[in-house]
DNA sequence: ATGTGTGAAGAGCTTCACAGCC
DNA sequence: GGCTGTGAAGCTCTTCACACAT
């Protein structure tokens, strides 16, 4: 039962747990994994299988508690305590992280934002006050904060990802379209809009 | 040669282009996949056969002519000429978005960009102009744009997903944080951003 | 009758390792 | 010697199909 899980399954737990979310709203009691299936477009096998990882949650002819699942799903994802996250480069994707709610329930918080702007430097948006990047390293470490999102421009993206590190921040999620080269035991993910849109329009054309 | 390609290589594809046209501009001449995988984090075995799918484009014990790969690469993504893409919705993603350089060598340009916002509609960024969204379906079918990007509000991106798929559009971005249900020939990507920063608060716990 | 949990089969992707060419 | 291109092996994830519980 407990197997190597695989990484795929971790990110489909995210997207069941969003669409168990909604059925709790709207008061369903069960949910089978056909029904699961069908608003997260995945095959019910995976479904079922994906959850049989981490133990018998459902119950044979009936299906899976929702409030029940939601508090597995929550447990096995580690959702709470949110994580503590700061934030270099309050530009529009920036601003747009900060200014996003709903994260309470998904995990993380953004509890700084850096900038080299002196115009945006004080400001605060959504509680948090933008402060200077100078400080950056200093107010990580002060804080002991471990995770990192780069919202940085392409030229400073080495640079502000490399004082993240010595400032030993282990998880860093950049939005700048290169490569961030870290050492084996941080974990980056690089997600580059324009490569997204790229792929897309890759796809599209294959219709 | 021509088997069935992994969706993987696609993306990796994508990757290898970006070191690629640093390798230009940097002055290379030749790579190898050794060298390739270094700056990719790809294993080089994988490099070659990335390639393998679709030519051999390499030279025995020299390895891959940097310019003639990236025209290589170019005809396979499709690159050229750019696809042309509607935008709704011009919150903080949506700017980042039209306000995105380096697009044009990408695959893709944004033509067109909607909101609701009186506020905005009439305004411009880099060089797109704010149209009322009302006025967003006519407008596509008029320019025959077969690419849309969803940067709305959640509540709003099932109404405007569908607005899109009414004017022909056949590939969506969307960056609501909820699952696009379309039909099985529009290809939908969604980008979540909280759910990708609780995917690395996961991972970075596991280390 | 309905729907889970799961071993086994199948599909898809990666890695190995080496022949062949420069 | 150096490096590609590729069959074969290995691995991982998905799908099937059915026993079993309610």
Redesign the pocket.
């Known amino acids: 039962?407990k197997n190597?899980i695989?990484?795929?399954?971790i990110s489909r737990l995210f997207t069941y747990f969003r669409s168990l979310l909604c059925l709790s709203k709207i008061g369903k009691k069960y949910v089978?994994?056909?029904n699961l299936s069908k608003l997260c477009n995945v095959?019910?096998?995976?479904i079922?299988?994906d959850?049989?990882y981490f133990g018998?949650?459902?119950?044979?002819?009936?299906?899976?508690d929702v409030e029940n699942l939601i508090d597995e799903v929550k447990d096995i994802l580690q959702l709470e305590p949110p994580s503590e996250v700061a934030l270099a480069g309050v530009g529009n994707i920036g601003k747009a992280l900060l200014s996003y709610r709903g994260f309470d329930s998904e995990g993380f918080k953004i509890v700084m934002a850096f900038d080299n702007d002196l115009q945006k430097i004080g400001k605060k948006i959504h509680s948090v006050t933008i402060e200077n990047i100078d400080l950056m390293k200093k107010r990580i470490i002060e804080e002991d904060i471990k995770m990192g999102v780069l919202t940085v421009p392409e030229e400073a993206a080495h640079n502000v990802a490399q004082q993240m590190k010595d400032a030993g921040i282990k998880a860093i999620l950049s939005f700048a379209p290169c490569q961030i080269v870290m050492p084996e035991n941080i974990e980056v993910t690089c997600i580059d809009l324009s490569t997204e849109l790229s792929k897309l329009a890759y796809y599209s054309y294959k219709k």
Do not use: C, L, Q
């Not at 695989?6 to 399954?9: Q, R, Y």
């Open positions: 039962m190597k695989p990484k795929e399954t089978s994994s056909y095959n019910p096998a995976i079922r299988k959850f049989s018998d949650f459902g119950t044979k002819g009936v299906g899976y």
